[in-house]
């Protein structure tokens, strides 16, 4: 059976304090239970970072500044139930306090916990990748 590709945008939103903003899956959710960068599928009428700033207002109640969003890298990532297409965009503007609009855990890490979290096989490069260029102090 062929599946059709579901693109998504993620966002590795980072705080003043250098933490990363990270969202838990419903349980009932596809890789439910794990830790994310908060995103969501992109609509057809919508750019990568229209359907960014539509997601964080939606799932974490953030308003992003768009000129202060650049595409960290994209991952096509295919699990045995389905394909994405994920674009990480790295958040440096926006406004609001985090929480979880759709009753989601929500938490402020220091990247370098990042490799203790359980996390899906999706966002494990990008959180390699991000800890390999984090500043350290």
């Not at 994405?84 to 440096?92: E, M």
């Amino acid at each position: 059976m062929i599946t059709q590709r579901v693109e998504v945008v993620a966002a590795i939103v980072v705080d003043s304090k250098q933490r990363v903003l990270m969202a838990q899956r419903a349980d009932w959710q596809h890789q439910g239970g794990k830790w994310e960068f908060p995103g969501g599928k992109i609509e057809s009428h919508e750019s990568h970072l229209q359907a960014l700033a539509r997601e964080l207002q939606e799932e974490v109640g953030l308003q992003i500044n768009q000129h202060a969003c650049e595409l960290f890298k994209a991952v096509h990532h295919d699990y045995a139930d389905k394909q994405v297409s994920l674009y990480f965009y790295l958040v440096k503007g926006f406004s609001g306090i985090a929480k979880g609009l759709e009753g989601q855990p929500v938490l402020w890490v220091d990247a370098q916990t990042l490799p203790q979290m359980t996390i899906p096989d999706a966002n494990k490069g990008i959180a390699d990748a991000l800890l390999q260029n984090w500043p350290t102090s």
